[in-house]
């Protein structure tokens, strides 16, 4: 690893290492596609060229938005439903990983997202070698919250339960990104952000599913709700196979919400009329890990649901998957 790639990872060490302490900067905008060829991607689903069923036509007859508070009417923003046709197009089977945005933080000298100073990520074998033992001892305890006495362990006994600690990281996906970064990333693989249409029809296929896995609401069969015993409430990639999509894509419901290209705005022959549309927020769609409610989980992780954050907006259940134009 070169001492550029060293100065982008230390700083992480929280001051506890005092070495180097450059940041990394975001480049500018531009998006070189041709590095498309410089990867190897079998992990894109094919959705073939046809209509599918989008949006809902349902009603809130039972009072839950106002009982509950919701930002905006239940369904309003959805209707009407009604049949779009999409070109045929790629969409990653699963959402980005830390393992995959690590690549694109070091290759170009990215903002690495917030979690990572927390939970330790990116600091490689390598890099927290120089740590002392003491260092290296409170880093497992405070920073990677190994569940063990690290009192009498080694330096070596310490860096291998903390090189089991990231590669469970690599597989969690990517969160506190914002929708820059998301599209950043997406245009360095070669790839690009989802439409709306898009990520509805990978994730309902093509008769309108309410949900990934068919029309009745099931527990278990995402990682939804915050009643999952997984670390920082995030479940790695692909752990709920029972829920995958139509098209056969995993955490289309729950786990992590994800950005899509659009605008939020309202549907061609929508009649709720609404402050927020326009070109101010982005949407994100399947529902995030959490919940406060039964019903609300359910309704959050309805393939149909909109949900609009400010494009700058970074959180710990928000992270994206990609999608790409067929290449001929």
């Known amino acids: 690893m070169s001492i550029h790639k060293k100065q982008l990872l230390l700083p992480v060490l929280l001051a506890m290492i005092p070495v180097l302490s450059c940041v990394a900067a975001p480049e500018s905008s531009g998006a070189d596609t041709a590095t498309v060829d410089l990867f190897a991607d079998d992990e894109m689903v094919l959705i073939p060229a046809g209509p599918f069923i989008m949006g809902s036509d349902?009603?809130?007859?039972?009072?839950?938005?106002?009982?509950?508070?919701?930002?905006?009417?239940?369904?309003?923003?959805?209707?009407?439903?009604?049949?779009?046709?999409?070109?045929?197009?790629?969409?990653?089977?699963?959402?980005?990983?830390?393992?995959?945005?690590?690549?694109?933080?070091?290759?170009?000298?990215?903002?690495?997202?917030?979690?990572?100073?927390?939970?330790?990520?990116?600091?490689?074998?390598?890099?927290?070698?120089?740590?002392?033992?003491?260092?290296?001892?409170?880093?497992?305890?405070?920073t990677y919250r190994l569940d063990m006495d690290t009192r009498k362990m080694t330096k070596e006994q310490l860096l291998t339960e903390i090189d089991k600690k990231n590669r469970h990281l690599d597989k969690i996906p990517v969160t506190g990104v914002s929708w820059?970064?998301?599209?950043?990333?997406?245009?360095?693989?070669?790839?690009?952000?989802?439409?709306?249409?898009?990520?509805?029809?990978?994730?309902?296929?093509?008769?309108?599913?309410?949900?990934?896995?068919?029309?009745?609401?099931?527990?278990?069969?995402?990682?939804?709700g915050g009643e999952s015993n997984w670390e920082f409430g995030v479940a790695p990639v692909g752990s709920y196979v029972e829920g995958r999509?139509?098209?056969?894509?995993?955490?289309?419901?729950?786990?992590?919400?994800?950005?899509?290209?659009?605008?939020?705005?309202?549907?061609?022959?929508?009649?709720?009329?609404?402050?927020?549309?326009?070109?101010?927020?982005?949407?994100?769609?399947?529902?995030?890990?959490g919940g406060v409610g039964h019903y609300t989980i359910s309704h959050f992780s309805r393939s149909a649901y909109r949900f609009y954050v400010k494009p700058d907006s970074k959180f710990n259940d928000l992270g994206f998957r990609c999608a790409s134009d067929i290449k001929h």
């Open 58 to 142: 349902e009603k809130d007859t039972s009072g839950k938005t106002e009982e509950f508070g919701f930002i905006k009417p239940l369904f309003a923003d959805e209707h009407p439903q009604r049949t779009v046709q999409l070109d045929a197009y790629l969409i990653d089977k699963y959402e980005v990983t830390n393992e995959k945005y690590k690549d694109f933080v070091i290759d170009r000298n990215y903002w690495m997202p917030e979690q990572w100073k927390q939970d330790g990520y990116l600091l490689t074998h390598d890099i927290l070698s120089i740590a002392d033992l003491e260092t290296l001892r409170r880093l497992a305890s405070e």
């Open 245 to 289: 999509s139509p098209f056969g894509l995993y955490d289309m419901a729950g786990n992590v919400m994800e950005w899509v290209a659009d605008w939020y705005k309202p549907y061609p022959g929508n009649k709720y009329v609404s402050k927020d549309y326009g070109e101010k927020y982005k949407v994100v769609r399947g529902g995030g890990w």
């Open 180 to 224: 820059h970064d998301a599209d950043e990333y997406c245009r360095w693989r070669g790839k690009r952000l989802p439409s709306e249409a898009e990520w509805e029809k990978a994730a309902r296929g093509t008769t309108g599913f309410e949900y990934p896995w068919g029309n009745e609401w099931q527990e278990g069969k995402s990682n939804s």
